[in-house]
């Protein structure tokens, strides 16, 4: 299981906007770069991040070669009620990852 | 200080300025074998797949990448676009793109009203001192931008062999 960190509010007002940061261990091979045996080394990178709030999807990123390794992603919702937010990376050879992280909005 | 001192202070000045760029031009191509750059063609037609027809205007979008960054395997970079994120008026999507990277996409977003904020952030590679681009797509179909040029000490895509 990939290893993961997570930074959410545990809880928040209703309608306020929350900032969650997400780091995902994950080489992020680009496809660019070639051993000394001049064989080029296959792309092994995460391609899609998305984030669902209680089911409905609030947050989607197309990820390129271009981004570093060990994917860093912030990004803002507003915390409309409390429930589950579900965090997802998938990529190359089937990778898959998911986290779920839980929100009291009062 | 005299005319003719001025005239040989820039000469000087002028030497030293043509010194000093044929030896980031002779000390550039001789270091490891790298994946090629993307050509401006390439860039455009990245920024045309974005944008299609439409025009690209500048302003609203806040592109923040450090100015100067020693290591181009990590480099900060957020985007803040300036909107109300309401129904009507809201980001739909937001592009960064390099100029010089092997492939010239780096991240693309899709945001909502959920969104709340149209913020987001991550940390990139970067081939080479460049351009950056950040583009965002309003829910009216209208495109803004911000451009930053980035000085790199070391690029990514320079790392030991493996």
């Known amino acids: ?106 | 200080m005299s005319k003719g001192e001025q005239d040989k202070k820039a000469t000087r000045r002028d030497v030293l300025k043509i010194a000093g760029a044929l030896a980031v031009g002779c000390a550039t191509p001789s270091v490891t074998v790298s994946p090629a750059a993307a050509t401006p063609a390439e860039m455009q037609a990245a920024v045309a797949k974005v944008i299609g027809d439409a025009t690209l205007n500048v302003g609203k979008v806040k592109l923040d990448i450090p100015p100067l960054v020693e290591n181009g395997n990590t480099v900060p970079c957020a985007v803040t676009v300036d909107s109300p994120m309401s129904a009507t008026d809201h980001v739909k999507a937001i592009h960064v793109i390099a100029e010089k990277n092997p492939q010239p996409n780096v991240i693309s977003v899709q945001l909502g009203p959920r969104a709340g904020r149209a913020s987001v952030s991550t940390r990139m590679r970067l081939r080479d001192t460049q351009n950056v681009l950040a583009i965002a797509e309003m829910s009216d179909g209208s495109f803004w931008s911000d451009r930053v040029n980035v000085i790199i000490t070391l690029g990514a895509c320079l790392e030991d062999l493996i």
């Open chain 1, 1 to 106: 299981m990939a290893r993961v960190l997570i930074n959410a509010p545990a809880k928040a007002r209703r309608g306020s906007v929350i900032e969650i940061k997400t780091l995902i261990s994950h080489v992020m091979e680009t496809g660019f770069r070639v051993t000394n045996m001049g064989q080029s080394v296959a792309r092994d990178i995460i391609t899609v991040f998305t984030a669902t709030y209680n089911g409905e999807e609030i947050f989607r990123a197309q990820l390129f070669p271009a981004i570093a390794a060990n994917p860093f992603i912030t990004f803002h919702t507003v915390a409309t009620e409390s429930g589950v937010i579900e965090l997802k990376w998938t990529g190359d050879n089937g990778y898959s990852a998911t986290e779920q992280v839980r929100i009291t909005v009062e």
